[in-house]
C-alpha cells in the first residue's frame, strides 16, 4: 500500500496540473468522486479551498489545552482547598485534568477521522 501511495505521489508531483483538480459544483454537493477517472487508474487529488484537512489534527490546539489544564488545576485545588475529605488536592486536580485530557483528545481523534474519511472519500477503516 505505502509502495503505491509513493507512486501516486510522484506522479502528482511531476505533473500536478494534470493531477490536482478543483471539484465541480455538483461533486461538492453529492459528494462524490468522479466514476470514469477513478477506474482510469491515475491519481486524481482534489483542493482543499477550505483547509479542511487541517482541522483533523491538534494543530495549533496545545495552547489551548494547557491553559485548559491550569484552569482545571486552579479551580479544583482552590474549591477542594477547605475539604477535609480530600487529602491531597494537587493529585485530584492532576488526576481530573488527565482524565479530561484524554477524553478530549480521543474526542478530537474520532471526529477528525470522520472528518478526514468524509472529505477524502475514503473508508474510516483505511485510517491507522
Known sequence: ???????YVEQVRMEPTLYIRDRSWVQRLL?????????????IMFKDHWGAFAQTMLMGMDWDFLMLDVVILTFMERETRHDDKVRSDVVLAVLVCFILDNILFWMRRYFGRRNLSKHTLADEAFLI
Open 31 to 43: 459528494n462524490r468522486a468522479p466514476k470514469e477517472e477513478l477506474n482510469s487508474g491515475k491519481p
Open 1 to 7: 500500500m505505502n509502495k503505491i501511495m509513493m507512486k
